[in-house]
């Protein structure tokens, strides 16, 4: 199979990345209290290692994963946990979290600076370890745990590895600055992931409209010694380039079968930002405990690109970066496609935040739910060849198992749908109530 | 601080294209424009009454339906407008004013608020409602302006009807040669409905709605196509211009065909409605007592429209066929 | 239609259920085919509709005397034929009373034999209740039918030819709606009329929307 141009479908919505302006990674302060939710990976939340009036460090392991698919969590900041108990989330509403007082010393647990020179020789349990023991999660926004990712079945080998740059979703120009800055790490990851699920090939998938990052990165592996198999690959612009699924069949030309992983068709797919984080998890012996965040959208005076501590809330972001003197509409997790809405800014940062946007009245759509005129323009973006007006049409009725039988559960929830609707109908609102009530009364009849 | 600030909490996307169903629908009106105007131009202020007596009719009615069934009146949205227009467009210019109340009338209360309003019809508001006409005032739709001098003894005034009723020499009598004929038709100064004639503006309009992203190509393509093959293997080469560019052809496959509501909405169910509407149209003009065959030919498919969505569903991403 | 036609419910109530609460054509949607076809001018209307009336009676009050008589699995084949005999009666009779209506709707009339409404009666009501209930069923739904195809019928001619019972009624430089007399016509008088029963029927509250 062959690489293709691009996958059917998608969306060429306003960029806004611009807004950041030149693209560099600020450092922002750590916060005088910070909130660590438990919950910061898919699957159960992590289990807490201290309690109240312990002192910390930055970097010290305070929660540690419970189950198969969970992560370790570490403190921010150093100083001491006044409190475990339930604070806003920006993903479950409310959740438990721990909280902790600033020391304002910032003490590490141990040097992070210093790169590890065995990290070559490693084993491959070895860097796995060191990958769960970091609490490294999908930065995407997945959010599943590293290190089970990272870790397929025997039966199932792993050909071809994925980078994913895509960074398709508007505004956010977190991924796009990372690889600006930190190129020769990222690459460095790489080339341990890759040696570690031996892989054939590393493709490292970067949008055209990251001239720069693709022009680099090409730079960067003609300097590399041992780069064969690394390779940069340039998309289309459009959304949803970074899709997981769409990503490998625009690479490899294969399609993950429905209901299938990545690595049923030997494929893996990274985020830059994950890439990143093991490389600091493995040759600096880095916890994850912070990330790279876009604070952007018309309603924020001075956009930028922020590495920010996990705890810090979206609060402080907003108010250090400024509001603009317009209609403030909505504060969202995440970029305006997929993210998620805020009901308030006491949230604080999560592993899965990429960005935040304060969006304007202008910006932020108003959806005016009009009735479905059957224009099919739903149809021809969806990326998964879905017809969302039936889907929508179908769960609206409340016919769950009909709307499943013609593709529910494939939905990625993109929103392109939503977005190219004409009569601003609430598609994705429906087919999310869908899958939910779907999910729901599969868990009843067991 | 955001603090004061009053949030709102919605679902994922939180942006939206500008192209609104409000916003396709004048632009489709705005790409019918110089259509009507050419009609105008060729037929006399006639026509122009018509139009503003049908589009009036449509908003009137769209606004007492929507009264009467207590929903938000829409005439914002344009579809009414467009409707009328649309309307208009397929009358012929000396039409009698009162019907064209009545027709448009139709169109709305009938053929799209009786069964849900905007939507949920099933037919093209504007195809039913001249359906509709032809059935009540059979005579009055078949009577046409002539803007050729005719030789005596021949009274048809469309090109189609000519060509129906008293054959292939009386055309030639009347528009000398075959190069004479298809310019007249392509500018549009021939007998016919008010919006009908002048294929080269319809064809503008078309081209519009295609790039302004209103409409996709599927439909009208795949409509043409239909209608050139076959009247290539019926006729001829002559034949190929001719059907083209004679009768409501261009306005049905740019603007009636393509509306949104009674069409497929996957791309494949589009490709077979147009290809059901071309063979439709060319049997009725070959072998059908009409002498035109858009208006049924449409209205026939949209009937089928829902029976063609289920045999054209997309393919899932990852499901082998 | 026959939920629960048990013999308790009031003879009035018996006698109007066929007016509106279950008229044949608007609400139980029975005997649309011969109400297509005949509903175009008023006066074939109510000659179907006599016929129809007669026919109905008779057979309702014959079913309901012999009901214990006849065995139940051949019921519809007996029902046929005693309302066939009806038919008969009647067209001969309206051949000999008013012959050019006749001339007009033989075929119409021939085919009563087969129409819904009076094998349903027959099924759903005589074949279960007493001869005074029966004729009473009968003549409800024989007004409701006659009535209604009067209105649709009068709604026809006057917009599709101009006239009423052949007096004109709209002068004729107004052209009349041809297509109000073809079959097209009918089937958009009774969804209309059918909405409006309905409506009625909501405002009633006799059903839930
Ligand atoms: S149906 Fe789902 S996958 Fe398809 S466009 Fe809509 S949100 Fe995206
Ligand atoms: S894009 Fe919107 S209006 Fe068009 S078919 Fe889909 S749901 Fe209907």
Redesign the interface.
Known sequence: MKARVTF?GG?H??ENKGLCGELSIKDFPPPETAVLPLQQSLGSASEPVVKKGDKVKKGTLIARSKGYISSNLHSSVSGEVIDIRKSPHPLLGEANAIIIKSDNRDEPERDYSAEEASADSLSSGEILELIQNAGIVGLGGATFPAHVKLNPPADKPIKTFIINGAECE?YLTSDHSLMLECADRILKGAALIKKMLKAEKCLIAIEENKKDAIALFRQKIIQLKNAEGLQVFPLKVKYPQGAE?QLI?TLTGK??????LPMDVSVLVHNIGTVFAVYEAVFLRKPLFERIVTVSGKGIKNPANWRVRIGTT??ML??HSG?ADKK?????M?G??????????EVPVVKATSGI???TSD???D??H???????KC??V??????P??ISKMVEKGRIDTAKS??LM?CM?C?SC???????T?L??YI?LGKYEYLRSKNVKR | MLKDKHLTVTVSPHIKTSLTTERMMWIVSAALIPAAGAGIYFFGPHAALVIAVCVGASIITELFCAVLMKKPATIKDGSAFLTGLLLALCLPPEFPLWMCALGSFFSIAVSKFAFGGLGHNIFNPALAGRAFLMGAFAKEMTTWKTLQDFPDGITAATPLNLLKEQGYDSLMKVFDSHSHLFKELFIGRVGGSIGETSAALLIIGGLILIFARVTTWHIPVSYILTVIIVSYFTGGLFDIPFHLFTGGLMLGAFFMATDPVTSPITPKGQIIFGIGCGLFTMLIRIRGGYPEGVCYAILLMNSVTPLIERFSKTRIFGVKR | MGQEETNNTGYFKELSKGFIRENPIFILCLGLCPTLAVSNLVENAFGMGIAFFFVLLCSNITISLVQKLIPDEVRIPCFIVIIAAFVTVASLLMQWLIPDVYARMSLYINLIVVNCIILGRAEAFASKNNVFRSALDAVGMGVGFTASLFIISAIREVTGFGTFLGFRLIPENIKPITIMILAPGAFFTIGFLMALFNLIRIKKGKVSK
């Open positions: 059917k969306i919505p306003p508007p699924k069949y399609e993950v079968p429905s209901g299938g979206f609060k907003v108010n509001l403030i509409k909505k504060l969202i995440g305006p496609m997929m993210g998620l809405a805020q009901y308030t800014d946007l304060v969006l910006e932020a759509a959806f005016e009009l009735a479905c005129i059957r224009c099919g149809v021809s969806c990326p998964m060849g879905l017809m007006a039936e013609i593709g494939d929830e929103g939503n977005y190219i609707c004409p009569s601003g609430n994705l609102q999310k």
